[in-house]
C-alpha cells in the first residue's frame, strides 16, 4: 500500500495543482469600472443596473430581474412581497445557509425547518409537505451546492396547499431542470452575488420573477418606491398603498462586474458540469464513496462546491470524516467538511429555538456532522489530468483507511 503523504510518504500532487483564483476578473472589465469611476453615474437605477437586471432576466427566462444589496435581503423582499408576515410558518430545509431560516425570521414568521434527500442533500418533497399546517405561508427549496431541489415535486404540492414557493438559488446560477431556468419555477428565485458565488461582485443579490407584477413590487422594495427602472431624480408613480419599502439598492460597480461575469457563466458552467461528471464516475466506484447527485431532471448542473460523502461503516476503527479531510489535504487537495452543521445549529445562528421549529431532520444531522467533504468550484476548472490526480489521491486515502 503506498504510503499516504500525512504519514511521510510522497503526495500525489508533488506540485500545488493550478487552481484558478476566485472570483474570475477580466482585464476588459477594469477598464470599464474605470470608465464607470469618472462617469459619476454609480448609482439610483444607473445604467448598468439597469442592463444587468434585463441581461439576467433574458438570461434566465424571467419577466423581470430586481438586483438588491445581497442574496439574505433578496429572500427578506421576496416574502414582503408575497405577503409573508407574523404568525405565518415558512418551511426551510435543514441543510443551508443560515441566511434562508433568518429572513423568515426578519418578517416576525417562524421556520419550519425539514429534512433533506440523502442523495441530493436538497429539501425532500416528503418531509416538505408532512410539515404543512394552516399557518404555512411559502415554501424555500434550496437548490444547494451542487444539485436542484426536485422542483417537479414541491411546486405541485405548494399549489395544492396554497403555498408561494421562493427558490433559493444562491449556488445555482446558470442551472438547468428540463431545460429551463432555475428561480423560474417557483414565484420568485433569489440570488446571491457575493465573493464566492457563481456570480460575484463581492456583495449583491437579485431576485427574479416571470410575474411581471411581482417585478414591479421587488424594484420598488429595494429602492425606496420609486417606479422599477426609473430615470434618477425621477419617482415615477408612487408605490401602491401599504407597501413599506426598503432601501437596498446596489451600484453600478457592481452591476458592471456582473454583467462581464455573465457573459462567461453558461460556458464556465458547462466545463464545471462536465469536469464534475468526471469526478463522479471516478469517485462513486470508490468503496466508501459517494457523490452528492444531480438534480433528477438536471440538464445542465451548476456547481458552487462539488462534494461527496464518506461512509463512516466503511472506515477502520478510529477513523472518522475528521481524518479523511486531513489526509485528502495531505495529498495536495483543499477539502473541508462545508458548514459542519445543519442551518439551526451553525455558529452564527442566533434565533432563539422557540422562534423557529424542527420536523425531523435525521438525514442532514447525519450527513453534515458525519459525512460530507467539500471542495471549492475552482477545482472544477482544472485540466483533467490534474482531475484524474484528484481521483487518485482519493482512492489512496481510502485504500488506507478504508475497511
Not at 459619476?40 to 433574458?58: D, G, T
Not at 431560516?101 to 442523495?119: K, L, M, N, Q
Not at 409537505?129 to 424555500?140: D, H, L, N, Q, Y
Not at 424542527?358 to 450527513?367: K, M, T
Request: glycine share 8%; with cysteine.
Amino acid at each position: 500500500m503506498t504510503k499516504l503523504a500525512i504519514d511521510g510518504g510522497k503526495p500525489v500532487f508533488e506540485t500545488p495543482a493550478h487552481v484558478p483564483p476566485w472570483p474570475p476578473v477580466y482585464p476588459e472589465t477594469a477598464e470599464k469600472i474605470k470608465e464607470l469611476y469618472l462617469s459619476r453615474k454609480w448609482s439610483f437605477y444607473a445604467p448598468r443596473e439597469v442592463e444587468f437586471n434585463r441581461l439576467f432576466a433574458e438570461f434566465t427566462g424571467a419577466a423581470g430581474c430586481a438586483m438588491m444589496a445581497n442574496g439574505t435581503v433578496t429572500l427578506e423582499m421576496a416574502l414582503l412581497a408575497l405577503g409573508v408576515g407574523p404568525g405565518d410558518e415558512v418551511i426551510v430545509p435543514a441543510h443551508t445557509w443560515l441566511a434562508t431560516g433568518e429572513a423568515v425570521v426578519y418578517r416576525g414568521a417562524t421556520p419550519v425547518v425539514v429534512d433533506i434527500e440523502p442523495d441530493t442533500l436538497c429539501m425532500s418533497p416528503e418531509r416538505f409537505e408532512e410539515a404543512i399546517t394552516p399557518r404555512t405561508k411559502a415554501v424555500i427549496p434550496v437548490h444547494i451546492y451542487g444539485s436542484m431541489a426536485d422542483m417537479d415535486k414541491i411546486v405541485p404540492i405548494a399549489r395544492k396547499h396554497g403555498l408561494a414557493v421562493i427558490e433559493d438559488c444562491a449556488h445555482a446560477h446558470g442551472g438547468l431542470w428540463k431545460d429551463k431556468h432555475v428561480g423560474t419555477f417557483g414565484d420568485i428565485g433569489s440570488f446571491s452575488f457575493q465573493q464566492s458565488k457563481l456570480l460575484a461582485s463581492g456583495e449583491g443579490g437579485a431576485c427574479i420573477t416571470c410575474d411581471a407584477v411581482l417585478a414591479e413590487t421587488l424594484g420598488r422594495l429595494s429602492h425606496i418606491g420609486y417606479q422599477y427602472a426609473a430615470k434618477q431624480g425621477q419617482a415615477g408613480t408612487p408605490p401602491p398603498e401599504g407597501l413599506i419599502c426598503r432601501n437596498y439598492r446596489v451600484t453600478d460597480f457592481q452591476a458592471e462586474i456582473l454583467i462581464s461575469q455573465l457573459e462567461h457563466l453558461k460556458e464556465d458552467t458547462i466545463l464545471r458540469a462536465n469536469n464534475a461528471e468526471f469526478l463522479r464516475k471516478r469517485l462513486d466506484a470508490i468503496p466508501g464513496i459517494r457523490v452528492q447527485a444531480r438534480g433528477r431532471k438536471t440538464t445542465l448542473q451548476s456547481y458552487y462546491l462539488f462534494t461527496f460523502m464518506v461512509d463512516p461503516a466503511a472506515l477502520r476503527p478510529g477513523i472518522t470524516r475528521k481524518e479523511v479531510i486531513e489526509a485528502i489535504r495531505a495529498e495536495g487537495i483543499m477539502v473541508g467538511s462545508g458548514w459542519g452543521h445543519p442551518m439551526y445549529k451553525q455558529t452564527l445562528w442566533s434565533v432563539p429555538s422557540s422562534m423557529y421549529r424542527l420536523a425531523g431532520c435525521e438525514n442532514a444531522e447525519r450527513i453534515l456532522h458525519e459525512e460530507l467533504i467539500c471542495c471549492a468550484l475552482s477545482w472544477l476548472m482544472l485540466p483533467q489530468d490534474e482531475l484524474e490526480l484528484f481521483c487518485q489521491a482519493v482512492e489512496k486515502v481510502m485504500a488506507a483507511y478504508g475497511k
